[in-house]
């Protein structure tokens, strides 16, 4: 099975998202907006940290894809917070999967996200980091 299908598998599961009335599976809204609303600022967007702009990255209402993708990390230079369809390569993911080779510690702080709700930020990349 290949990545973007292991990814997708568990979003199916994850009940973040108007029920299919043909299907009964679970659509989950992997935009660029239902992301940001969902989990990037409730789960990294509070004052304490990119609320505030902690490690040179704002997340908060305001925040746009132009702010993400393409963007070069300030925590860990040469490396991009999101490259639009390489969800493995991208310096956000890496983070909150604490891979080797990152700058400081597993994002959000308080330890790693449920792996849906990386597998739904990873499906929104793989799918070209759109709006």
Not at 41 to 58: K, Y
Not at 63 to 72: A, I
Not at 103 to 119: F, H, K, R
Request: proline residues 4%; aromatic residues 4%.
């Amino acid at each position: 099975m290949n990545r973007a299908c292991a990814a997708v598998l568990p979003l199916f599961l994850f009940a973040c998202g108007d029920k299919d009335s043909d299907s009964g599976a679970v659509a989950v809204d992997a935009s660029f907006e239902g992301i940001k609303a969902d989990v990037l600022v409730p789960s990294c967007g509070f004052s304490s940290c990119h609320g505030a702009g902690a490690g040179g990255l704002t997340l908060d209402s305001d925040t746009t894809v132009e702010d993400l993708v393409g963007v070069d990390s300030v925590g860990k230079p040469g490396d991009t917070l999101v490259i639009a369809g390489d969800s493995a390569g991208s310096y956000l993911i890496q983070k909150m999967r604490d891979e080797s080779g990152i700058e400081g510690t597993v994002m959000p702080q308080g330890g790693m996200l449920d792996e849906d709700i990386i597998a739904r930020v990873e499906l929104w990349i793989d799918d070209g980091a759109n709006p």
